[in-house]
């Protein structure tokens, strides 16, 4: 599986997405999973399509409290002979604003490993009837 396409604003976020939907993957299908096209019968691509955080609550002076992270990822089966149809797979997670940026962004990575878990397990449901 080649490192997702980022097709975001949001820069560098690619590899913490396709590590975090290979690991789910693997841990719904307990196969063996290859960054390399040449070592593997089948082949999923994939671009992430959207990075949005959206803000969902908010404290009594109207600073934001928690954000809702939702990504989008269109992706495909390649297999010898054939390549599959696109489909697109959307995984979100919210996550708590502090007052410790560090904190904050620490959260919102949080989220970003649980987004893309919904979207290996959307993967995993769709082409191969796996289960979380």
Do not use: C
């Not at 913490?16 to 307990?30: A, D, N, P, W, Y």
């Not at 196969?31 to 082949?43: A, F, V």
């Not at 949005?52 to 390649?78: C, I, K, M, Q």
């Amino acid at each position: 599986m080649p490192t997702f396409q980022n097709e975001t604003d949001r820069p560098a976020i690619e590899g913490k997405i396709t590590e975090g939907v290979r690991i789910s993957l693997l841990r719904q299908l307990g196969t063996r999973l290859t960054r390399s096209p040449n070592d593997t019968d089948s082949l999923l691509r994939g671009r992430i399509t959207k990075y949005a955080t959206t803000p969902l609550s908010f404290d009594s002076e109207g600073r934001v409290e928690t954000y809702r992270l939702t990504l989008s990822l269109s992706y495909r089966l390649e297999r010898p002979g054939k390549t599959g149809h696109g489909q697109v797979a959307t995984g979100f997670s919210d996550y708590t604003v502090f007052r410790n940026t560090e904190k904050t962004a620490m959260a919102e990575q949080s989220a970003l490993t649980e987004a893309a878990t919904r979207i290996a397990e959307q993967i995993g449901m769709r082409l191969w009837g796996a289960t979380p």
